[in-house]
C-alpha cells in the first residue's frame, strides 16, 4: 500500500530557529554514525540568480557567500569526488570549472545549444548536459568537448538522473519520463510522474526521488515503474535537490533549506536569506557528488 505522504510546513521566512534537540538527533542517526566512523562534513553549494555562489560547510545551518560565479543563469551545479573539483552549466550551454571549491572559474568548453537546463556527473565522471529540448550531451574529457546522445521526443525536459545501476532516467516538466539502459542511444517511456511541474532528480539509497514544484516528494524503486508521494513540504515554489551521503536536501526559491534522513521526515534548517536560489549541490566529505 502507498504510503500516506507526510505534510510539513514551512514559511518563506529564511530566518530559520535553532534546529530542536530530537531533530538534530533524527539527523544525525543513521547505520555510518552508529559504526564509529569518522563524521564527514556536507558542503551544501547554492548558486544565485544574481551571480553569487553561497555556501555551507555546516549541513545547511548557516550560509556564506564564496564567489562570484562567471555566469548568473546556472542550469546546474556539479561538486565531483575529488575535492575541490566543481563544475557549473549555464542555461547558455557554457560549462565552467573550478579546482578551489568554487572560488576560482574558468570556462572549459560548451554545448552547441542555449537551453541547457541540467547537469550531471556519472560514476565513470563524464559529464552529461541536458537541454530543454530534448538533447543529451555527454563529455569524457572533463567538460572540454561534448557528444550528443540520441534525441528525446518533443518535450520540455528539466532533470537528467542515473539508476543504480547506471540507466539513464530523464525527466520532462509535465511529468513524463524517458529511460536508456543504453546510454541514450535509444529511449522508452516509463510511467509517468501523477504531478507536476516537476523540477528536480536525485537518485538517493537505491531510489530516484523527484521533487514537484509544490513541494511535493516521490520516490520510485522499481526503475521508475512507479511512483509514491512520500512528502508534502511547504513554502512553494521549491526549485532543486541534493544527495549527501546521509542526507537529502530541498531548497526553494525564496531561499528555504531542508532535510531529511528518508525522503519522509523532513526538517527546516537555515535559510539563505535571499531568494533567487537557481540550483543547489552537495559535497560529502570531498567525495560526494551534487
Known amino acids: 500500500m502507498t504510503p500516506t505522504p507526510r505534510d510539513s510546513e514551512f514559511d518563506d521566512d529564511p530566518q530559520a530557529p535553532p534546529l530542536p534537540p530530537q531533530i ?8 555510518a554514525r552508529e559504526a564509529e566512523s569518522a563524521p564527514r562534513t556536507t558542503a551544501l553549494y547554492a548558486p544565485m540568480d544574481t551571480g553569487e555562489l553561497l555556501v555551507s560547510d555546516d549541513r545547511g545551518e548557516s550560509w556564506a ?10 542550469a546546474g551545479l556539479v561538486a565531483c569526488p575529488r575535492a575541490g573539483h566543481m563544475f557549473l552549466a549555464s542555461t547558455r550551454g557554457v560549462v565552467y570549472r573550478s ?3 568554487g572560488l576560482d572559474w574558468v570556462p572549459v568548453g560548451s554545448i552547441p545549444d542555449d537551453d541547457a537546463s541540467d547537469l550531471i556527473m556519472a560514476p565513470d565522471r563524464s559529464l552529461l548536459v541536458l537541454t530543454r529540448s530534448g538533447l543529451l550531451y555527454r563529455s569524457a574529457d572533463e567538460g572540454v568537448s561534448f557528444k550528443a546522445l540520441s534525441a528525446l521526443p518533443d518535450g520540455d525536459y528539466i532533470a537528467a538522473g542515473l539508476s543504480e545501476e547506471g ?4 525527466l520532462d516538466r509535465s511529468g513524463a519520463v ?13 510511467t509517468r510522474i501523477p504531478h507536476h511541474p516537476v523540477v528536480a ?18 520516490l520510485s524503486r522499481d526503475d521508475a515503474a512507479t511512483w509514491e508521494s512520500r512528502a508534502r513540504l511547504g513554502g512553494a515554489p521549491w526549485v532543486d535537490l541534493a544527495a549527501g551521503e546521509e542526507t537529502l536536501y530541498a531548497v526553494s526559491a525564496s531561499g528555504v533549506v531542508a532535510a531529511s ?7 527546516r534548517l537555515g535559510g539563505l536569506g535571499r531568494p533567487g536560489v537557481l540550483a543547489l549541490a552537495a559535497a560529502c566529505g570531498g567525495r560526494g557528488g551534487g
Open 201 to 218: 532528480l536525485q537518485s538517493w539509497r537505491r531510489a530516484l526521488t523527484v521533487l514537484i514544484e509544490t513541494g511535493e516528494i516521490l
Open 167 to 170: 540507466a539513464l532516467c530523464v
Open 24 to 31: 538534530a538527533a533524527l539527523l544525525e542517526a543513521s547505520p
Open 99 to 101: 579546482f578551489d571549491g
Open 178 to 190: 524517458a529511460w536508456s539502459s543504453s546510454w541514450g542511444s535509444a529511449w522508452s517511456p516509463r
Open 65 to 74: 557567500a564564496r564567489s562570484l560565479l562567471p555566469a548568473h543563469d546556472a
Open 261 to 267: 534522513p528518508d525522503a519522509t521526515n523532513w526538517v
